[in-house]
């Protein structure tokens, strides 16, 4: 199937901060126009996992890695790479919504105008925000400041931001953990449409979101000192219904976690 | 079953109560204390001398008269050197406050400067006078001019600047960071559209503080030769200048009445100038704090 070519994978990957290894050799595809979920107890690595593969990693000091994470066959660590391209291919929603203090408009045309956008930008801004369901709230006023829309508002706001650079893939780490269920709902729909263009990688707490919106869901868990392995990857289908490994499938059923 | 049994207790109860009380009472004394210097000095300034603060005081030089003596040079020296030397540091704190926070890390070099920056910070200010002497007046042959004092106050206050721009650019929370780097910006695009601006306010409120305290600075000037008789408007970076302190510091030592209630003038003109900065900068602070 044409459509399900790996976007991203990753080899063997174990990620360290100074001595402490927090992702225990995970090897794991991710497909393209598809919604992978991550799922896991705290501290099980998820949002590590999610940050090697736009090298958000590399902002933390201590980081060092083994194995390969590969971008379209292309290992992202190579000497070579500039993280910065990466970011702007590969873009990222954040746990918290972070829109930068700036207006609405400026908010979404921040990353076009850096990475030297030259068509209409009004333009640019405008589809951004409708595809990120947000432009009907905000068409009138997108001079005032991005920080007196609420909280799940800013989090679309967000999610047009990264759309605005039009990348490939979209990471969200945790989007909805701190939207109420009217705000989640919305996100959540979003990530359907949008799936249709991006591949969409999502971590979450939730697993009724994971089963929700997912079509294949990895489940990470620490094991004494295999911090962060992958227990199991799989249909989300198949993993909520119908679990491999009985580790999943007591997390699953809510009996740890 | 009560620990502690309820009658000894009430015994230290009474005790307690009025440790409680003297402590108040003492802190309440410290406060006041200091309050009632300050107004002290206030108020015998002000009566001293406020009959001589009037426009022509302000626009006259200085002269053997004390009745016809002004501040025009001293006022307008002052001004030049907090200008001179607000730029400089504040150029030279921001670049590296950015240095430190952004791009240093946590590497051997940065550790040794961030110790050392403290330390500079605690240096007497009339040692800096020792060093703009040595390097502006003397090696880089800027005479005794403007210039080298205002080169000399910049750095005097530059410690302080780097800390308070150090502080402000922490302030920033790191999601505004990850936000950035997550578009695709560089570190500096990262830092100058994104960092920057929302420290700003908290910067430019470290350097109005700082160069406040530069405005009041009297040892280093002396030393690196400013002026007491200025009848002349100075024309450049390289003109011969006189400051505020230096001209009431030169009032005070004069034997007659005159010149005493010119000196108090003369303080009342730099408090005033002092006070509104610093009334500046707290209101600055208070946009920040509101806006965050």
């Not at chain 2, 006189?242 to 510091?249: G, V, Y």
């Amino acid at each position: 199937m044409l459509q399900a070519d790996p976007i991203l994978q990753t080899k063997d990957l174990s990620v360290y901060y100074g001595a402490n290894r927090v992702v225990t050799e995970v090897t794991l595809d991710v497909l393209r126009n598809r919604i992978t979920a991550i799922i896991g107890p705290s501290g099980s690595g998820k949002s590590t996992l999610l940050r090697c593969f736009n090298r958000m990693n590399d902002l933390i000091p201590t980081f060092r890695l083994s194995g390969e994470v590969l971008f379209e066959g292309r290992n992202l660590y190579t000497p070579t790479v500039d993280p910065t391209e990466i970011r702007y291919q590969i873009g990222m929603v954040f746990q918290r919504p972070n829109p930068f203090p700036k207006s609405i408009f400026d908010n979404v045309a921040f990353g076009p105008r850096i990475n030297g956008y030259n068509g209409n930008l009004a333009d640019l801004v405008e589809r951004s925000l409708q595809r990120a369901a947000i432009w009907d709230e905000v068409k009138d006023r997108l001079k005032s400041s991005a920080l007196s829309l609420s909280g799940g508002q800013q989090q679309r706001l967000c999610i047009a931001r990264t759309l605005a650079i039009e990348p490939t893939v979209i990471l969200m780490d945790e989007p909805c953990s701190s939207l109420d269920p009217i705000a989640t709902l919305a996100i959540e729909e979003l990530m359907r449409e949008l799936s249709e263009d991006y591949s969409i990688v999502i971590v979450t707490h939730n697993m009724q979101q994971a089963a929700r919106v997912s079509n294949y869901t990895a489940f990470l868990m620490a094991e004494g000192d295999r911090v962060g392995q992958l227990i199991e990857f799989g249909e989300s289908r198949q993993i909520f219904t119908n679990p491999q490994d009985e580790r999943t499938e007591a997390y699953i059923t809510g009996r740890f976690g | 079953m009560a620990v502690i049994a309820p009658r000894d207790f009430r015994k230290r109860m009474n005790r307690r109560k009025w440790e409680g009380r003297a402590f108040y009472v003492l802190c309440l004394l410290a406060i006041t204390v200091a309050l009632a210097m300050l107004a002290v000095l206030l108020i015998y300034i002000a009566v001293k001398g406020y009959s001589q603060v009037n426009w022509s005081f302000i626009t006259s030089f200085p002269s053997r008269h004390p009745d016809e003596a002004g501040i025009k040079s001293a006022l307008l020296g002052s001004i030049y050197l907090v200008i001179i030397a607000g730029l400089v540091s504040f150029v030279l704190g921001v670049g590296a406050a950015v240095y430190l926070e952004e791009y240093a890390g946590r590497n051997r070099f940065a550790k040794i400067a961030q110790i050392n920056i403290a330390n500079l910070a605690g240096v007497p200010s009339i040692v800096y006078g020792i060093l703009g002497l040595e390097i502006f007046v003397r090696s880089l042959h800027l005479g005794k001019s403007l210039a080298a004092g205002g080169f000399t106050l910049a750095l005097l206050i530059l410690p302080i600047i780097i800390i308070a721009s150090q502080e402000a650019i922490r302030a920033v929370p790191p999601s505004i960071r990850e936000g950035g780097y997550a578009l695709g910006a560089s570190r500096w695009q990262t830092v100058w559209h994104l960092v920057l601006p929302q420290a700003f306010s908290g910067i430019l409120t470290g350097v109005i503080l700082a160069v406040s305290r530069a405005m009041g600075e009297t040892a280093p000037l002396i030393v690196i030769g400013a002026l007491t008789f200025v009848p002349f408007t100075p024309d450049g970076p390289l003109s011969r200048f006189s400051a505020l302190p230096i001209q009431i510091f030169n009032w005070t030592s004069r034997p007659q009445a005159g010149f005493q209630e010119a000196a108090a003038a003369g303080i009342i003109v730099l408090l005033i100038l002092l006070l509104s900065m610093n009334a500046l900068a707290v209101i600055l602070r208070n946009k920040l704090e509101n806006r965050s």
